[in-house]
C-alpha cells in the first residue's frame, strides 16, 4: 500500500515538474530563493542548526554557511528526533556508508513526493512505460521500503504491474538467466550490477529481443558499459544521479544531466569553499528545498562532478551538472595531494581480457594494488604491461601489487567499487 499512496501524493508535483522543467531561468532562481528561505526558516528552530549558526541565517549569506559532511548529520539526526512527538508520522532511511559513516535521515511528505516525481520524470522523459515489462535489479533494502513485507526477491510490483523486481545480490549467472525469460523492454539497476548482468547474459549466449533502454543509478558510468550496452544489446543508456539523502540529477534524451532545481539546490566547490566556474571539478554540495523535517544544508555528499553551463538541446531549461566523476573514496591522490580521477586506470583494465573482474585500491600514496578474478595468475608480461601504463598516470614513485581473488565483495547495499582510496 506504501507504494501506492507514494505515487498518488506525489502525482501533483510530477505535473507542476512538466511544466517547471521548461521555465526561464530567472523564474527557476525565484522558485529556489522561495523555498531556500522556508528550509532556512525550519532549519532555525532546529537545536543543531541554531547551535551552528548562532542566529537566523539570510539569504545573502547563505554562500557563507559551515558546509555540512556526512559525519555530521548524525547529531542533526538526532537533534530533529529529541524534538517530534512520539506520534509524528516520517519516513526515514539509512544511507549505505559507500562514500562515508553510515547515517539515519528523516523526511517529509513534501520531500518524498518530489523524490518521487522527479524520478518518474526521468524515467518517462526517457521512453519508460510503467505498464510494459520492466526488470528492476535493486538491493533488499530498497525492496523492503517498496514493498513492506514482501517475502519473495523476484517478485510483480503491486503498485506497478509491468515492473519485476530481482534482488541484485543473486548469483549473476542465475539474475541472467531470470532477466532473459522475462525478456523486458527495460532494465534499472546499479552500473556494476548492469555490467556484470551484460556480461553474464553475452558469455551464456543468451538475447533479449524486446530490449529497448537500459536506466541506471547510485554510481559512476563508465563509457566501456554504455559501448557494451550498445555493441551487444544495441540499446542505450539513461543516467541518474540520486543518493538516498535526495534525488539531484538525470540524464535527458540528449544525452545532459539536468539537475533537479525544484528539489535541491547544487553547488560545485574546491577544496577552499570556493564555486568552482564551468568545466572544472567540484565537490558537490546539495541544499534540500522541500525537506522541512531535516533540511539538509550545504551538504556535502562526498561526491565529485564537472561544473556545466550552457543549454541543453532538448529544450529543457533546468541547470546542467557535468559528468559525475566519482565520490571521495574513488578517487585517488597523487603524491603531492592532487585529486585524481581514475578513469585512466580502469580503461587500461577493460582492455586486459586476463581479467573477470578488477578493483583497483589505493593503499597509500606510493602503493596502489590491482585485485582481480581471473581463472589463471597475470602473467609477468601482462602485470608489467599494465604498470608501465599506470605509471605515468600514478607517477614513477608508485608501485603497483597484483592479487588473485575468488571474489571482489560487493557493499551491503549491493554496489561494486570499482576503485576505492584507503586514503579518503
Given at each position: 500500500?506504501?507504494?501506492?499512496?507514494?505515487?498518488m501524493?506525489?502525482?501533483?508535483?510530477?505535473?507542476?515538474?512538466?511544466?517547471?522543467?521548461?521555465?526561464?531561468?530567472?523564474?527557476?532562481?525565484?522558485?529556489?530563493?522561495?523555498?531556500?528561505?522556508?528550509?532556512?526558516?525550519?532549519?532555525a528552530?532546529i537545536?543543531?542548526?541554531?547551535?551552528?549558526?548562532g542566529?537566523?541565517?539570510?539569504?545573502?549569506?547563505?554562500?557563507?554557511?559551515?558546509?555540512?559532511?556526512?559525519?555530521?548529520?548524525?547529531?542533526?539526526?538526532?537533534?530533529?528526533?529529541?524534538?517530534?512527538?512520539?506520534?509524528?508520522?516520517?519516513?526515514?532511511a539509512?544511507?549505505?556508508?559507500?562514500?562515508?559513516?553510515?547515517?539515519?535521515?528523516?523526511?517529509?511528505?513534501?520531500?518524498?513526493?518530489?523524490?518521487?516525481?522527479?524520478?518518474?520524470?526521468?524515467l518517462?522523459?526517457?521512453?519508460?512505460?510503467?505498464?510494459?515489462?520492466?526488470?528492476?535489479?535493486?538491493?533488499?533494502?530498497?525492496l523492503?521500503?517498496?514493498?513492506?513485507?514482501y517475502?519473495?526477491?523476484?517478485?510483480?510490483?503491486?503498485?506497478l504491474?509491468?515492473?519485476?523486481?530481482?534482488?541484485n545480490?543473486?548469483?549473476?549467472?542465475?539474475?541472467?538467466?531470470?532477466?532473459?525469460?522475462?525478456?523486458?523492454?527495460?532494465?534499472?539497476?546499479y552500473?556494476?550490477?548492469?555490467?556484470?548482468?551484460?556480461?553474464?547474459?553475452?558469455?551464456?549466449?543468451?538475447?533479449?529481443?524486446?530490449?529497448?533502454?537500459?536506466?541506471?543509478?547510485?554510481?559512476?558510468?563508465?563509457?566501456?558499459?554504455?559501448?557494451?550496452?550498445?555493441?551487444?544489446?544495441?540499446?542505450?543508456?539513461?543516467?541518474?544521479?540520486?543518493?538516498?539523502?535526495?534525488?539531484?540529477?538525470?540524464?535527458?534524451?540528449?544525452?545532459?544531466y539536468h539537475?533537479?532545481?525544484?528539489?535541491?539546490?547544487?553547488?560545485?566547490?574546491?577544496?577552499?569553499?570556493?564555486?568552482?566556474?564551468?568545466?572544472?571539478?567540484?565537490?558537490?554540495l546539495?541544499?534540500?528545498?522541500?525537506?522541512?523535517?531535516?533540511?539538509?544544508?550545504?551538504?556535502d555528499?562526498?561526491?565529485?562532478?564537472?561544473?556545466m553551463?550552457?543549454?541543453?538541446?532538448?529544450?529543457?531549461?533546468?541547470?546542467?551538472?557535468?559528468?559525475?566523476?566519482?565520490?571521495?573514496m574513488?578517487?585517488?591522490?597523487?603524491?603531492?595531494g592532487?585529486?585524481?580521477?581514475?578513469?585512466?586506470?580502469?580503461?587500461v583494465?577493460?582492455?586486459?581480457?586476463?581479467?573477470d573482474?578488477?578493483?583497483?585500491?589505493?593503499?597509500?600514496?606510493?602503493?596502489?594494488?590491482?585485485?582481480?578474478?581471473?581463472?589463471?595468475?597475470?602473467?609477468?608480461?601482462?602485470e608489467?604491461?599494465?604498470?608501465?601504463?599506470f605509471?605515468?598516470?600514478?607517477?614513477?614513485?608508485?608501485?603497483?601489487?597484483?592479487?588473485?581473488?575468488?571474489?571482489?565483495a560487493?557493499?551491503?547495499?549491493?554496489?561494486?567499487?570499482?576503485?576505492?582510496?584507503?586514503?579518503?
Amino acid at each position: 500500500m506504501s507504494a501506492w499512496l507514494n505515487i498518488m501524493r506525489a502525482a501533483p508535483r510530477f505535473m507542476r515538474m512538466l511544466r517547471s522543467q521548461y521555465w526561464p531561468r530567472q523564474t527557476m532562481l525565484e522558485y529556489q530563493r522561495l523555498h531556500l528561505a522556508i528550509t532556512l526558516a525550519a532549519a532555525a528552530k532546529i537545536p543543531f542548526y541554531r547551535q551552528r549558526f548562532g542566529s537566523d541565517p539570510a539569504i545573502e549569506d547563505f554562500a557563507k554557511l559551515p558546509i555540512l559532511s556526512r559525519a555530521e548529520a548524525a547529531a542533526l539526526h538526532d537533534s530533529v528526533r529529541a524534538q517530534l512527538p512520539a506520534d509524528a508520522q516520517y519516513a526515514r532511511a539509512t544511507s549505505s556508508g559507500t562514500s562515508g559513516p553510515r547515517a539515519d535521515y528523516l523526511f517529509d511528505r513534501s520531500h518524498q513526493s518530489s523524490r518521487y516525481a522527479a524520478r518518474a520524470r526521468y524515467l518517462l522523459a526517457n521512453g519508460w512505460n510503467p505498464l510494459q515489462r520492466s526488470v528492476w535489479l535493486v538491493g533488499r533494502g530498497f525492496l523492503e521500503a517498496w514493498e513492506p513485507g514482501y517475502e519473495d526477491p523476484r517478485f510483480v510490483s503491486r503498485a506497478l504491474p509491468g515492473v519485476r523486481f530481482i534482488a541484485n545480490s543473486n548469483d549473476l549467472a542465475a539474475l541472467a538467466a531470470e532477466v532473459a525469460r522475462i525478456d523486458p523492454r527495460f532494465i534499472y539497476g546499479y552500473p556494476s550490477v548492469l555490467d556484470g548482468a551484460l556480461r553474464a547474459l553475452t558469455a551464456a549466449k543468451l538475447r533479449i529481443p524486446s530490449l529497448r533502454r537500459l536506466f541506471a543509478g547510485a554510481e559512476v558510468i563508465e563509457d566501456s558499459l554504455r559501448e557494451r550496452a550498445r555493441r551487444d544489446f544495441g540499446v542505450e543508456i539513461s543516467a541518474n544521479y540520486g543518493s538516498t539523502e535526495a534525488f539531484l540529477a538525470w540524464e535527458c534524451p540528449a544525452g545532459n544531466y539536468h539537475q533537479n532545481s525544484e528539489h535541491v539546490l547544487i553547488e560545485l566547490v574546491d577544496e577552499a569553499g570556493r564555486a568552482v566556474a564551468p568545466g572544472e571539478m567540484g565537490r558537490v554540495l546539495f541544499t534540500t528545498l522541500e525537506n522541512y523535517l531535516m533540511p539538509l544544508i550545504r551538504y556535502d555528499i562526498g561526491d565529485y562532478a564537472l561544473a556545466m553551463d550552457g543549454e541543453c538541446r532538448c529544450g529543457r531549461t533546468l541547470p546542467l551538472l557535468g559528468r559525475v566523476v566519482g565520490r571521495g573514496m574513488n578517487l585517488f591522490r597523487s603524491a603531492d595531494g592532487k585529486l585524481l580521477t581514475t578513469w585512466d586506470l580502469v580503461n587500461v583494465l577493460i582492455e586486459t581480457p586476463e581479467m573477470d573482474m578488477y578493483q583497483i585500491v589505493q593503499k597509500t600514496l606510493r602503493l596502489v594494488i590491482v585485485k582481480y578474478v581471473a581463472p589463471n595468475p597475470l602473467t609477468t608480461e601482462v602485470e608489467a604491461r599494465i604498470r608501465a601504463l599506470f605509471l605515468p598516470f600514478l607517477g614513477r614513485e608508485v608501485s603497483v601489487d597484483f592479487e588473485r581473488v575468488t571474489e571482489i565483495a560487493r557493499t551491503a547495499a549491493g554496489k561494486f567499487m570499482i576503485t576505492i582510496s584507503e586514503l579518503a
